[in-house]
């Protein structure tokens, strides 16, 4: 616990507020005018609010927000002598990594509780009628397991990458290429990419995707065990190149 105190203490400068604030607002204000301008065909009231705010979010906003925050993480580490302090601690290879994931997916939790209050606050400002669908609720927070192995992976290419902006641009890179993979019905794709599995959780139950999957505990249970091993391949490889690292990175 008390590394990932510290390292939530690392991101006091790093800005990442605007990151939690942003992402998210950029991600609601694009999905609600979308809904406000195709009302006549967006019928369905809050699911097709929702589902339009999602369908922006899950396309690349909360991948990229996952991104710039697993940099800002290792930002610190990257500077001056912080290399080699954090090679000579006494911790394990293993426990640092965690850490960083650990105090990486926190924020991510934070900027993902901002997307879902925006999306209910300008649901009511707009007067959607209806009832909020309990799967935005339910696909939200199964999604906070696939944006740890998105988190999981940024994290390693931060933590291999000195440059700030370089694993960001990897990242949306790898988000582009995920959409288009789902797009095409590529098969399984969603187990070897991790941005496409945060993609397809995000979009359960979506009405603004034509082949989304259903809110079942068949899906819960996937999208759970898939995103437990992608942490874990992440983890282990994070480990791995950390212990063969060199003091002068």
């Known amino acids: 616990m008390n590394l990932i105190r510290n390292d939530l203490l690392k991101f006091r400068r790093s800005h990442i507020w605007a990151v939690i604030l942003l992402v998210p607002l950029i991600a609601v204000a694009i999905g609600a005018g979308n809904y406000t301008v195709n ?30 925050l697993a940099a800002a993480a290792w930002r610190v580490e ?9 090679l000579t601690s006494t911790c394990s290879e293993g426990s640092l990594v965690a850490s960083k994931v650990a105090s990486t997916t926190i924020a991510i939790a934070a900027m993902h509780g901002v997307l879902i209050l925006l999306a209910l606050v300008g649901g009511w400002l707009l007067g959607i009628p209806g009832n909020i669908p309990r799967e935005f609720l339910a696909s939200a ?10 988190a999981s992976w940024q994290s390693l290419l931060s933590m291999v990458i000195r440059n700030f902006a370089a694993p960001i641009a990897i990242g ?5 290429v995920s959409f288009g993979a789902l797009a095409s019905g590529a098969p399984g794709v969603k187990f070897f990419l991790p941005p496409a599995l ?5 979009w359960l139950g979506s009405s603004a995707v034509a082949d989304a999957g259903a809110l ?22 994070s480990v791995v190149y950390l212990r063969r690292a060199d003091a002068r990175l």
Do not use: C
Request: charged share 5%; proline share 1%.
């Open 39 to 68: 009302t006549e065909m967006l019928s369905a009231g809050w699911d097709s609010y929702l589902s339009q705010i999602m369908l922006f979010y899950g396309l690349i906003f909360m991948t990229a927000g996952v991104a710039i």
């Open 78 to 86: 990257h500077r001056g002598h912080n290399w080699l302090t954090m």
């Open 141 to 150: 927070l199964l999604a906070l397991a696939p944006a740890t192995a998105v």
């Open 172 to 176: 949306l890179v790898v988000a582009i």
């Open 198 to 202: 945060l993609s397809d959780t995000l």
């Open 216 to 237: 079942t505990a068949s899906t819960v249970f996937t999208v759970v065990a898939a995103s437990a091993l992608m942490i874990i391949v992440g983890w282990f490889a």
